[in-house]
């Protein structure tokens, strides 16, 4: 016997009921026959979701383990990053004006105008193979230049350094002196000895910057001399003078020469980079781009403008480590009196001028490739640039040298250069008795230089 049952099965929905039939067996019993498959229960695509939720699961850990990782050393590159910052900060100037700037053509021109009348003016004064030379190469460096202005595509960075060679060929024109050969027949110097004075300045240990030396040009009094930096190794005021170098190794028979009242009057020394040379003193003036010419007999002094000249420690020696206001550095030789420093618009790059030491004015001007910041030190021999880098604590190594007679450059020299510290205030040398004078971190030492 049929009867109808309603059988309400929960199904996928709430609420969903379904009508079924059955047979009543004779015991009463009801036996109905049910197709579930409508209600069956979604095992796979429940186990596809439990395994998505599971995965979501282990990525937010291993995303959690990450921010954590990242706040630890998030400190560690906050630190890193001000460190490279304040190491970039000096050389922002790059940013605008420098290197990475590109020339403006309208600059280029004038440049080039200014070493066409230079070399006129040296082909008329002394006409040479080498003036009639230059002044076929300008004509043709004016023409690059004319087409500049017509091209979509040139390269000004290296229209500027055939401008820096014509420069310097024109100063070596006009500047070697009839007699310089005969001092200087061997330019470049072969060796250096060990230190032939070793002596603790006669002032105190905690003088660890200054400069010391001889007397540098001939026919004046034999003098030797010391310079200490006082006021954070920054400022001068005093010259110790001695009368022979007797009474300098024995730190007796001296006389002490004020150039200035105070160490912050206009006058005052700055920096390690001063010079004895014919009774005169010549050192940077206290902070100004400027030289100091401070006559020993007289008690006069005079004050020369030193044009885009870095000063206050944006240009120093800083190879290994900065040798703080030594931006502008004086030296002697055979050829006359020189001045050292950099300018932005050489990129800080060391420029080299001669000085007319009767008037006070810088005569010829070189500019150089070396960066003034991968130096130790430089100084003067027979017109030749040379230039220092640290090598050990003991030990220096004079690597670079350019020669202001032919403008060439060669970083490939490697002479050794002993010292009893790390670092170096001064280097110069005395054309008298070719030795080289160093003030190394308080210490005074001297070498023959060898040619």
Not at 271 to 289: R, T
Not at 343 to 353: D, F, P
Request: glycine share 4%.
């Amino acid at each position: 016997m049929l009867l109808p049952l309603l059988l309400l099965l929960t199904a996928t929905e709430p609420g969903h009921a379904e009508q079924v039939k059955g047979t009543k067996k004779a015991d009463d019993s009801c036996v109905c026959k049910v197709n579930t498959t409508m209600w069956a229960f979604p095992a796979q695509p429940f186990e596809k979701a439990d395994q998505m939720v599971q995965n979501c699961g282990d990525t937010l850990q291993k995303l959690q383990n990450q921010v954590t990782q990242t706040n630890g050393e998030l400190p560690k590159i906050q630190a890193i990053i001000k460190n490279v910052t304040a190491r970039i900060e000096p050389l922002k100037y790059l940013d605008t004006k420098g290197i990475y700037n590109a020339l403006h053509l309208r600059q280029l021109s004038q440049d080039l105008e200014e070493i066409s009348q230079m070399i006129n003016t040296a082909h008329n004064d002394n006409p040479s193979a080498e003036t009639q030379k230059l002044t076929k190469e300008v004509v043709k460096v004016q023409e690059e230049v004319k087409n500049m202005f017509k091209d979509n595509v040139f390269n000004l960075e290296t229209m500027r350094e055939k401008l820096r060679s014509l420069h310097n060929r024109v100063q070596s024109c006009r500047t070697i002196p009839d007699d310089f050969r005969s001092h200087c027949y061997k330019r470049i110097m072969k060796n250096i000895s060990s230190p032939v004075t070793t002596k603790l300045n006669p002032h105190s240990k905690s003088y660890i910057s200054g400069a010391w030396g001889r007397e540098a040009k001939r026919e004046s009094e034999d003098v030797y001399w010391t310079q200490p930096l006082a006021n954070s190794h920054k400022y001068g005021i005093q010259v110790r003078l001695y009368r022979s170098y007797e009474d300098f190794m024995a730190s007796k028979n001296h006389r002490d020469e004020n150039v200035a009242p105070g160490y912050t009057a206009p006058n005052a020394i700055q920096g390690p980079g001063m010079v004895l040379y014919g009774g005169v003193v010549y050192y940077q003036c206290y902070n100004e781009d400027e030289l100091c010419r401070y006559d020993l007999q007289s008690k006069e002094t005079k004050r020369l403008k030193l044009p885009n000249a870095g000063i206050n420690n944006k240009f120093p020696y800083c190879y290994y480590s900065c040798r703080d206001w030594t931006d502008i550095d004086l030296s002697a030789d055979e050829q006359g009196l020189w001045v050292i420093y950099a300018t932005e618009s050489n990129h800080g790059n060391i420029v080299l001028s001669r000085l007319d030491t009767e008037t006070f004015n810088i005569t010829h001007t070189w500019k150089t490739r070396l960066f003034k910041k991968s130096v130790t030190n430089a100084f003067m021999v027979c017109g030749v640039l040379y230039a220092t880098r640290y090598a050990d604590t003991y030990r220096e190594e004079v690597f670079y040298a350019f020669d202001t007679d032919t403008g060439h450059e060669d970083n490939t020299l490697s002479l050794p250069l002993e010292k009893v510290s790390a670092g170096v205030a001064s280097l110069s040398y005395n054309p008298i008795d070719m030795k080289l004078y160093m003030y190394n971190d308080g210490y005074l030492l001297a070498y023959q230089a060898l040619f």
